[in-house]
T-cell receptor, first 114, second 112 residues
Framework: DGGITQSPKYLFRKEGQNVTLSCEQN?????MYWYRQDPGQGLRLIYY???????QKGDIAEGYSVSREKKESFPLTVTSAQKNPTAFYLC?????????????FGPGTRLLVL | QKEVEQNSGPLSVPEGAIASLNCTYS??????FFWYRQYSGKSPELIMF????GDKEDGRFTAQLNKASQYVSLLIRDSQPSDSATYLC????????????FGRGTSLIVHP
């Protein structure tokens, strides 16, 4: 089955710790995205990548970092500089054919601070 | 800033009724429009997309687009309790990046 997987489902971070969220897709999509969702809020774009070895900051990139070494993988690191990391993190992917491309989402990772 | 606005709700409808969810957007050049359903604690799943003015039907769902008035709506006929969720509107703006802007979502409650 084609799809997007995210792991872990729940992640706990201690003060001063960096943590990495995994996102893998087998949809052969060129573009991948990371969003953050807070309760009662919409989706806010953290980073996106439209091709391997290239990525762009979204609206709220501070305190986060990404890499795109493989087409299938787009891990997100939440650094200690992110002071309020508790949120639901969603990874998405899409083709890059234009305005008709649809984003599909993984199941999400819920990050909690200890 | 290109904005997408949705009434946060909750919108409460009885089972079997038509639920009408609305979304307005600020970028007149927006090209494509998507509706996602998000159950509590889960990720968004695509329900429908629409590109052209008018109506598009898929089962119990109808998307309506009016580019002149800059709104898109989702109608759910014969609403079921299982339709209770938050519905997110997403709009691909002009400018060539093809990255959607999401509304904050409307919470729908279908009561028996």
């Amino acid at each position: 089955d084609g799809g997007i997987t995210q792991s872990p489902k729940y992640l706990f971070r201690k003060e001063g710790q960096n943590v990495t969220l995994s996102c893998e897709q087998n949809l052969n999509h060129d573009a991948m995205y990371w969003y953050r969702q807070d309760p009662g809020q919409g989706l806010r774009l953290i980073y996106y990548s439209q091709i391997v070895n290239d990525f762009q900051k979204g609206d709220i990139a501070e305190g986060y970092s990404v890499s795109r070494e493989k087409k299938e993988s787009f891990p997100l690191t939440v650094t200690s500089a992110q002071k309020n990391p508790t949120a639901f993190y969603l990874c998405a992917s899409s083709g890059t054919g234009g305005f008709r491309e649809t984003q599909y989402f993984g199941p999400g990772t819920r990050l909690l601070v200890l | 800033q290109k904005e997408v606005e949705q009434n946060s709700g909750p919108l409460s409808v009885p089972e079997g009724a038509i639920a009408s969810l609305n979304c307005t957007y600020s970028d007149r050049g927006s090209q494509s429009f998507f509706w996602y359903r998000q159950y509590s604690g889960k990720s968004p799943e695509l329900i429908m997309f629409i590109y052209s003015n008018g109506d598009k039907e898929d089962g119990r769902f109808t998307a309506q687009l009016n580019k002149a008035s800059q709104y898109v709506s989702l109608l759910i006929r014969d609403s079921q309790p299982s339709d209770s969720a938050t519905y997110l509107c997403a709009v691909i703006p002009s400018g060539g990046s093809y990255i959607p802007t999401f509304g904050r979502g409307t919470s729908l409650i279908v009561h028996p």
